[in-house]
């Protein structure tokens, strides 16, 4: 008897949301590590905004194509794990620089997109495509 939920188990092209939500996650480690020049007005500790954006975007994308709620919990504290260690790999790097207050904007990020995401898991994703006529 198959467990997942009745919208994880119709959720058309599975698969590939799964690869897009792990594309995403390679799309931050790797805009996490690389030197960008500067974008958008100067404000003070502006890339705050960024880091939680996109924390949020990794933890409301999961929190649409995860079945089981202990495996998002999971894939939450692992992109709160991913964020801080992606911080200390910033620190010898001149370009880039270590900060606390960005570690604490990907755990706020996260913790986010679980609060807006996770209460309706699935639901989203499957409205969209019904709405666009791309369901099964």
Known sequence: MNRAPRWYRDLPWRAAWIAIGWILVGTVVVLSQVSLPPTGPDIPQGDKLGHALAYFALAAWFSQITASRGVLLAHAAGFVMIGMALEVLQAPNPERHFEVLDMLA??????????????????????????SGRSR
């Open 106 to 131: 990907n755990a706020a990020g996260v913790a986010l997109g679980l609060a807006v995401g996770a209460g309706r898991r699935g639901e989203v994703l499957s409205r969209l495509l019904a709405r």
